[in-house]
């Protein structure tokens, strides 16, 4: 074979595997936080306008019956991330800012799977999934295990919640412009350092707690933990949102001639909320109002940096919410008394923290202008926990038996092919529910009705409860007592999925 023969040769084959490459959509996955069914006007909201994500919404897929796994963000994050119930394993309830990491690093994950399949992978803004090994992150030097370890090429996060200390940027293995000679100290336990708390001093607030969040002052805002040191570390408040879409522009901006796979995991619209300038008293409805509008440019923005580099159209967006809204979770923002007849719930009942649907039926939309037929409306049964097993089929992929064992290949509801249903979906909060049709069964729980510090129905009752939601999606009517067969089935099957390690594979008829 001569030498340009070879070359020619060479060269189609780089020709049809970069061809083949950039035939694979590009995946950005916008995960807000705590935002609600309710809180979009796409969704029914009237008193705010949420253009951008409408916009997305009219162009793609808007679900109507999606489901985070879990009413709080830490075991909803692990779900999506593993395709494995947070419940199933110890240690996955809303994590302190210090914690290790609990995703096992030997364990298929959602960007190691699309890391495989030759993508650039990233995850921009909020973790909360632990950093480190046993005892912790060394937050002065190398923090390892993360995301890193996990299958991301590139990690720019919030360690935590934004109301939790250590509130600094981790990029990659390291603290954003970390000062070695000011290193930074971090303790859920006892004070360290003398950095004023808010318990301590009130007068030096700009924000105040309405409960809890009274320890180390950062940026005039008391927040959970003590912390010390990192002053040049410490981010702003009031540019994180500008921080996540610049860091974010960049990754695109760099891997824009092959597939890339960005989580971008919003701050937005969790406590405490301190919307940039920009959108200060531009919603009508205090803080809240305007970090959604604040979320909303976000989306906007993302959508504005794809469509300039010519690469919007082979871009799927999915853009969904970690669990349900709360309106007052810590801090004195009047976003209680200014919600001005706003319902962020919609017609469902709860919220964060519930075992009522609006803990996990959240918003759920999906864009991609070459491969989804735009202005479609799905009711089909879907779950956050499946998206590991999608994206593998979506790459041609084949998941191990053992691999995402509760993630099910629902890749033709995902692109509007079809509106199979999945056969059921478990929610999980204080209790354990499952929605199989059109019924829901939530387990007997003896914890609280409400809690009382958000003012959040959390749906426990000692005694079984069964909602028919295509007649009661406000789960008010129980008719556990009328159908005690179709309970008997429902709570037969829940034990089986808690008896079982994983439940792909497994039949349940």
């Not at 030997?106 to 803004?125: F, H, N, Q, R, V």
């Not at 480190?132 to 919640?161: M, R």
Request: proline share 5%; glycine share 8%.
């Amino acid at each position: 074979m001569s030498k340009k023969v070879f070359e020619l040769l060479l060269f189609l084959i780089l020709f049809v595997f970069t061809s083949a490459a950039q035939q694979r959509p590009n995946i950005v996955v916008i995960y807000a936080d705590d935002l609600g069914y309710g809180d979009l006007s796409c969704y029914g909201a009237t008193k705010i306008k949420t253009n951008n994500i409408d916009k997305l919404a009219a162009n793609g897929i808007r679900f109507t019956n999606a489901h985070a796994t879990s009413a709080t963000c830490t075991p909803s994050r692990f779900s999506i991330i593993t395709g494995t119930y947070a419940w199933r394993k110890q240690g996955t309830g809303i994590a302190p800012g210090n914690a290790s990491l609990i995703i096992p690093v030997d364990k298929i994950t959602l960007p190691s799977i699309l890391k495989k399949a030759g993508y650039a992978t990233a995850i921009i803004g909020k973790w909360h999934l632990g950093l480190g090994s046993a005892g912790g992150p060394d937050w002065n030097g190398e923090i390892k295990p993360g995301p890193n370890e996990l299958g991301f090429d590139y990690s720019f996060i919030l360690p935590a919640t934004v109301d939790r200390v250590p509130c600094v940027y981790v990029e990659n293995h390291h603290v954003a412009s970390l000062d070695p000679a000011d290193p930074i100290t971090v303790n859920y336990n006892e004070k360290v350092g003398d950095w004023p708390t808010g318990k301590e001093y009130p007068e030096l607030l700009k924000l105040r707690p309405s409960h809890g969040h009274d320890q180390t002052i950062i940026n005039g805002i008391s927040r959970i933990g003590f912390m010390t040191g990192g002053k040049a570390a410490l981010w702003n408040d009031d540019d994180i949102a500008d921080k996540l879409i610049e860091k974010s522009t960049a990754f695109i901006s760099s891997n824009k001639a092959k597939p890339f796979f960005l989580m971008l995991t919003t701050h937005d619209v969790h406590v405490p909320r301190t919307p940039h300038d920009r959108f200060k008293n531009k919603s009508g409805l205090g803080t809240r109002g305007d970090v959604i509008l604040q979320l909303d440019a976000t989306v906007g923005q993302i959508q504005k940096v794809l469509d300039s580099l010519g690469i919007a159209d082979n871009t799927m967006i999915i853009f969904s919410s970690d669990n349900g809204p709360v309106v007052d979770d810590g801090y004195a923002d009047s976003a209680v008394i200014k919600l001005n007849g706003h319902t962020p719930s919609g017609p469902l009942r709860g919220g964060k923290y519930s075992a009522f649907d609006a803990g996990t039926r959240v918003p759920f939309i999906v864009k991609w202008t070459k491969g989804i037929k735009a202005g479609k409306t799905s009711n089909a049964l879907f779950s956050q926990v499946d998206l590991i097993s999608c994206f593998a089929a979506l790459t041609g992929q084949q998941l191990a038996a053992d691999e995402a064992g509760d993630s099910f290949n629902a890749l033709d509801v995902l692109l509007g092919k079809s509106d199979k249903s999945r056969n059921y979906v478990i929610e999980h909060a204080n209790s354990l529910s499952v929605i199989k049709g059109r019924w829901k069964y939530i387990e007997p729980n003896n914890g609280p009705a409400i809690n009382k510090q958000v003012n959040i129905e959390l749906g426990n009752l000692p005694k079984a409860q069964l909602y028919d939601l295509s007649e009661d999606i406000s789960e008010k009517s129980n008719l556990a007592e009328k159908h005690p067969d179709i309970v008997k089935a429902l709570a037969a099957l829940l034990q089986k999925v808690k008896d079982n390690p994983q439940t792909r594979g497994m039949k349940t008829e």
